[in-house]
T-cell receptor, first 115, second 114 residues
């Protein structure tokens, strides 16, 4: 089946630093990838839709200058949390859209802890 | 806007027990409905889906029927196994296949004991 990986699986950083999270579709090409955020005991909330070769579309309330998304190839999208603060600590999950199957395949998530 | 409400749990069952996880939705138009499952340490996996009213999705012994009149998509399994221990998410999408953004419920953690 279609596999999506995320790297790193967890990261701890100091407040004020930037953190980059990678999302890769390993065995299919994805023109569209999605970035979600999940708080403890909460639902997944869509942050942005990432389209290969164009700017990401951010959901209302998500700061695009805070969460930089780059989708430079058909198999890789990156999310950079800039100048991270403790309130950015969360579980970040990506998904990649398999166009043929019209199905989103999810990565295992990245847990970010900002100290 | 669109929203999904589901049982939150956590729920603990004995093996071979019957499982129902309630899910209701609010949406404009005619959304597609999904159940995703997240096993420990893994990403979300599509369990089943239904794209129109009265459709029944089924997979691995799980079933859910798209009920437009009650705006529901309850998940059922007649006899759960230990391997079904996971977090279950109900979700909807404005598109037929989920190519548009998914709106998720909060998820329900299920533990099945032998």
């Amino acid at each position: 089946g279609a596999v999506v990986s995320q790297h790193p699986s967890w990261v701890i950083c100091k407040s004020g630093t930037s953190v980059k999270i990678e999302c890769r579709s390993l065995d299919f090409q994805a023109t569209t990838m999605f970035w979600y955020r999940q708080f403890p005991k909460q639902s997944l909330m869509l942050m942005a839709t990432s389209n290969e070769g164009s700017k990401a579309t951010y959901e209302q309330g998500v700061e695009k200058d805070k969460f930089l998304i780059n989708h430079a190839s058909l198999t890789l999208s990156t999310l950079t949390v800039t100048s991270a603060h403790p309130e950015d600590s969360s579980f970040y999950i990506c998904s990649a859209l398999h166009g043929g199957a019209e199905t989103q395949y999810f990565g295992p998530g990245t847990r970010l802890l900002v100290l | 806007g669109d929203s999904v409400t589901q049982m939150e749990g956590p729920v603990t069952l004995s093996e071979e027990a019957f499982l129902t996880i309630n899910c209701t939705y609010t949406a404009t138009g005619y959304p597609s409905l999904f159940w995703y499952v997240q096993y420990p340490g893994e990403g979300l996996q599509l369990l089943l889906k239904a794209t129109k009213a009265d459709d029944k999705g089924s997979n691995k012994g799980f079933e859910a029927t798209y009920r437009k009149e009650t705006t529901s998509f309850h998940l059922e399994k007649g006899s759960v196994q230990v391997s079904d221990s996971a977090v279950y998410f109900c979700a909807l999408s404005a598109s037929q296949g989920g190519s548009e953004k998914l709106v998720f419920g909060k998820g329900m953690k299920l533990t099945v004991n032998p």
